[in-house]
């Protein structure tokens, strides 16, 4: 399903979507299948994509899978259990920006190779990948779907190279980008994190073998205990038993995507060994600190802006009220494109508080503004609740470049902050003030020097260079700052 359609999982849009949340388990017992757990896991990574999910088992060298578009809920059923068979397994939830949400593109992806069978789950984007799928095509290929993803299937797949582990490093050589991999190749299972480490990865120890997951939370809800973080440029192959690190590329620098902490993650994950939950609160305060605040109370934008405003209410020492009530029962909602105009996507989410907002001058705490819209027709709901005064303080800087690294925001002209001053789009959102966190007050707040981490899509310094695809053909990206690495 593709966001033009619409049919709309998500009716508060304007922010960026993240692509992907993947998880791998293993059990050195081979009785002991480890779909329920994948499951979990997933279940605790939904808010990383909603668009599909699929989860794929390896028993007897063959893999079982499933997957389908929609939420978890709505693709597996308890039948599916017991299908799903095996003591490895990979499973994958999927917002789909490089190819189309069609079912062919809905991961995990498997085939069979010199190796056995494979399965793989990929979070990100890889840049250059049109270059390697035209190779390919060109070597005789037969591509099956428009994702990025089966191209690396196809690389380790044409290797020459009989070791697996040999032949995954040379694959990886060959791609550019985004891309952290959970797979199942030879009967292990192989978790991968890119160079830079735009995406993040964990691993865990169960009672009976590993996991590795996109992020903290999922370990939690499977009872796994926390080991560590992958490193940027690192492959773990577990066979069950042990663990194997190779380190197959180092950087100058790492590129942590900085939007995990803002808004992608969930609060009580712990990405590279920081709370989430703790640097929002320190977004809110360092946001609060550089703003001249009026207002008699602090309400989030929920749900990502509450933790945020806690630490922006206590450090401006004014009341923290719930203004905004979020109805979390919404799944997919059909609406037509006319009622969008009205503001009918908003309301469906959201509804005013009006005994907190009326006749109060309010501060609104919100982590992002891509397209401005829906910011807008937030604020005049505030205002149609009788709010005197309507103050708006986002805890990520404004948006200006594109992301090619797997997030929805990669044509420029649909970010407002792209072509607009702060003035100009506090006109259009109607709001009495508007202030902004700076790049150096998140880095603060995070507490990694900037350049541990990506800030591209507000300062147009992106890790790796890329090529950026536009209707009138390719235009390279030397109009932004590429920093050669
Ligand atoms: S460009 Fe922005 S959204 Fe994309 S990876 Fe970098 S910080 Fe994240």
């Not at 991999?181 to 120890?205: E, H, M, N, S, T």
């Not at 969930?266 to 207002?295: F, H, N, P, T, W």
């Not at 890790?463 to 920093?483: A, C, F, N, R, T």
Request: a neutral charge.
């Amino acid at each position: 399903m593709n966001k033009k359609d619409n049919f709309d999982s998500d009716v508060i849009m304007d922010r960026p979507e993240e692509a992907c949340g993947i998880i791998g388990v293993i059990s050195r017992d081979k009785r002991d299948d480890v779909c329920e757990r994948i499951y979990l896991g997933l279940y605790a990574l939904q808010h990383r994509g909603q668009e599909s999910a699929g989860i794929a088992t390896y028993h007897d060298e063959f893999v079982n899978i499933k997957r389908g578009n929609g939420l978890l809920t709505s693709v597996f059923t308890p039948g599916d259990f017991k299908i799903l068979e095996g003591n490895i397994g990979i499973g994958h939830v999927r917002y789909s920006t490089t190819g189309s949400g069609y079912v062919q593109n809905v991961q995990p992806i498997i085939a069979r190779f010199w190796g056995g069978m494979m399965a793989i789950s990929h979070n990100g984007n890889i840049v250059n990948s049109k270059e390697l799928r035209n190779a390919l095509i060109e070597n005789g290929a037969i591509i099956h779907s428009s994702s990025d993803t089966e191209i690396i299937l196809h690389l380790i797949a044409q290797q020459k190279e009989r070791c697996l582990e040999k032949a995954i490093l040379s694959s990886l050589d060959r791609i550019s980008g985004a891309y952290t991999i959970v797979q199942i190749a030879g009967g292990k299972l192989i978790g991968i994190r890119d160079p830079y480490g735009f995406r993040p990865l964990c691993l865990g120890r169960t009672v009976n073998g590993y996991v590795m997951a996109s992020e903290t939370t999922a370990l939690d809800i499977i009872g796994a205990a926390f080991v560590r973080d992958v490193y940027p440029g690192e492959m773990i192959v577990c066979d069950g038993n042990e663990v194997k690190s190779y380190r197959f590329k180092e950087t100058q620098r790492n590129a942590l995507c900085v939007f995990e902490y803002i808004y992608f993650a969930r609060a009580d994950s712990i990405i590279d060994g920081i709370s989430v939950y703790e640097v929002r609160k320190k977004m809110g305060k360092e946001l609060a600190r550089m703003s001249k605040i009026s207002a008699d109370i602090v309400i989030p934008v929920p749900d990502s802006g509450i933790t945020t405003a806690i630490g922006f209410a206590r450090e401006a020492n004014i009341p923290l009220e719930i203004g905004l009530f979020k109805n979390s029962y919404v799944g997919r909602t059909f609406i037509d494109p006319g009622a969008d105009d009205r503001g009918s996507r908003v309301k469906i989410k959201l509804n005013p508080i009006k005994n907190a907002l009326n006749g109060k001058k309010v501060a609104v705490v919100d982590d992002s503004i891509v397209r401005g819209t829906t910011s807008k027709r937030i604020i005049k709901m505030i205002r149609d609740a009788g709010a005197e005064e309507v103050h708006m303080y986002i805890s990520s800087p404004p948006i200006t470049h594109p992301c090619f690294f797997g997030i929805d925001t990669s044509v420029k002209k649909t970010l407002i902050a792209s072509a607009q001053t702060i003035e100009s789009i506090r006109r259009f959102l109607e709001v009495d003030t508007l202030a902004y966190i700076t790049i150096e007050g998140l880095s603060k707040a995070v507490g990694k020097p900037l350049d541990t981490l990506c800030y591209a899509c507000f300062n147009g310094d992106y890790p790796v260079p890329v090529i950026e695809e536009s209707e009138d053909g390719k235009l390279l990206l030397e109009e932004y700052k590429v920093l050669e690495r």
